[in-house]
């Protein structure tokens, strides 16, 4: 079974500072890998996948996000983190398209101005 | 398009209540999942149907939980007799043969006193 884990409860950084959210996933096939963000009170928003191609894939609010098959990873990232951006991040994978979600734990991002 | 939409988008109900949840998935559509999120289980899938039909139960925690969904714009979460541990947020999300991911609703954030 597929599984995905975020190394990192909570992560702290400036405003204005750039951002990496690790994600690491097992899986024997290629997976299809998701990040996902939740507001507080608020339901989940897509904000990238992959599923084949460009390893390096963009997303909605400027981030985006490496596939790395040598390393399991698939790490989202953005240049210049905004104080809007504070929320919780999930990185998912499917074994297919129209599969079920596995979800990891989830990554707790606080911005400091 | 109005999105997932969940009601309520809160519950406060005494143990051994019965509770309903209710989601009205995007329209054309044609999978739609039940997720519950509690701080110690994270996300969790509990069942997910695919054209009303549904595929995979085997979230669902106990014969206390049942869903249905009668037709293509409504599914139901049903808990009887709930129980203080069944205390949580509730997400419904949907999709179209999984492409693009999982819009997800606002969730129902449900708690059993």
């Known amino acids: 079974a597929q599984s995905v884990t975020q190394p990192d409860i909570h992560i702290t950084v400036s405003e204005g500072a750039s951002l990496e959210l690790r994600c690491n996933y097992s899986?024997?096939?290629?997976?299809?890998l998701f990040w996902y963000v939740q507001s507080p009170g608020q339901g989940l928003q897509l904000l990238l996948k992959?599923?084949?191609?460009?390893?390096l894939v963009q997303g909605i609010k400027g981030f985006e996000a490496e596939f790395k098959r040598s390393q399991s990873s698939f790490n989202l990232r953005k240049p210049s983190v905004h104080w809007s951006d504070a929320a919780e991040y999930f990185c998912?994978?499917?074994?297919?398209?129209?599969?079920?979600?596995?979800f990891g734990t989830g990554t707790r991002l606080q911005v400091t101005l | 398009d109005a999105g997932v939409i969940q009601s309520p988008r809160h519950e406060v109900t005494e143990m051994g209540q019965e509770v309903t949840l209710r989601c009205k998935p995007i329209s054309g559509h044609d999978y739609l999942f039940w997720y519950r999120q509690t701080m110690m289980r994270g996300l969790e899938l509990l069942i997910y149907f695919n054209n009303n039909v549904p595929i995979d139960d085997s979230g669902m925690p106990e014969d206390r939980f049942s869903a249905k969904m009668p037709n293509a714009s409504f599914s139901t979460l049903k808990i009887q007799p709930s129980e203080p541990r069944d205390s949580a947020v509730y997400f419904c999300a949907s999709s179209y043969r999984g492409t693009g991911g999982y819009t997800f609703g606002s969730g129902t954030r449900l708690t059993v006193v």
């Open positions: 992959y599923f084949s191609g460009d390893t």
């Open positions: 998912a994978v499917a074994t297919g398209t129209a599969s079920k979600l596995t």
């Open positions: 899986y024997g096939a290629t997976p299809y």
